[in-house]
T-cell receptor, first 116, second 112 residues
Framework: GAVVSQHPSRVICKSGTSVKIECRSL??????MFWYRQFPKQSLMLMATSNEGSKATYEQGVEKDKFLINHASLTLSTLTVTSAHPEDSSFYIC????????????FGPGTRLTVL | QKEVEQDPGPLSVPEGAIVSLNCTYS??????FMWYRQYSRKGPELLMY????GNKEDGRFTAQVDKSSKYISLFIRDSQPSDSATYLC????????????FGKGTLLTVNP
């Protein structure tokens, strides 16, 4: 149980284009999903928290207009990197939880974004 | 001082060794403690989940939490080459604050 998928696993795009990454909870309903980015040999940095049906809460320093998050259902959240630039190249990982205080997070396999 | 400190290693051990991984933290509000294993270019996989102080054992893995010292450990017995990965500690305050705070991760290599 507790399987989270991400699609695509890898994407290469040109500077200025937008990229959408999907995160799905396959065998449970996720009231809360989290989006992280991870640079090489670094830990995970939380970008935003999204609850189904409401606006995402962004961490300090994360541009909400650049990283658009939609959590339209209990099993799907999307992250759209708008007008991507080379500095946005990173490993993006989502996680999902049911949002209770005793819950933990189950992570997707990650999406490697390379912006040329 | 960072909220969670973890020695990044790298740590290299022979197969069969007992591995000890540790994290210290400064926020006394943390109540939930987790260890994740992350293989290269993959998402983290939950290994152990502990609430408050105490020990928890699962197969070859034992997690220890000492809240009085703000110190958590993960022990791996009879380590295997397949245990080679980055191990991340994570913790949260629970309640409405279930965001995880991660350590930097320790890179472990188990040599056959």
């Amino acid at each position: 149980g507790a399987v989270v998928s991400q699609h695509p696993s890898r994407v290469i795009c040109k500077s200025g284009t937008s990229v959408k990454i999907e995160c799905r909870s396959l065998d449970f309903q996720a009231t809360t999903m989290f989006w992280y980015r991870q640079f090489p040999k670094q830990s995970l940095m939380l970008m935003a928290t999204s609850n189904e049906g409401s606006k995402a809460t962004y961490e300090q320093g994360v541009e909400k207009d650049k990283f658009l998050i939609n959590h339209a259902s209990l099993t799907l959240s999307t992250l759209t990197v708008t007008s991507a630039h080379p500095e946005d190249s990173s490993f993006y990982i989502c996680s999902a939880g049911t949002g209770t205080s005793t819950d933990t997070q189950y992570f997707g396999p990650g999406t490697r974004l390379t912006v040329l | 001082q960072k909220e969670v400190e973890q020695d990044p290693g790298p740590l290299s051990v022979p197969e069969g060794a007992i591995v000890s991984l540790n994290c210290t933290y400064s926020n006394s509000a943390f109540q939930y403690f987790m260890w994740y294993r992350q293989y290269s270019r993959k998402g983290p996989e939950l290994l152990m989940y502990t609430y408050s102080s105490g020990n928890k054992e699962d197969g070859r893995f034992t997690a220890q939490v000492d809240k009085s010292s703000k110190y958590i450990s993960l022990f791996i017995r009879d380590s295997q080459p397949s245990d080679s990965a980055t191990y991340l500690c994570a913790m949260s305050g629970g309640g409405s604050n279930y965001k995880l705070t991660f350590g930097k991760g320790t890179l472990l290599t188990v040599n056959p």
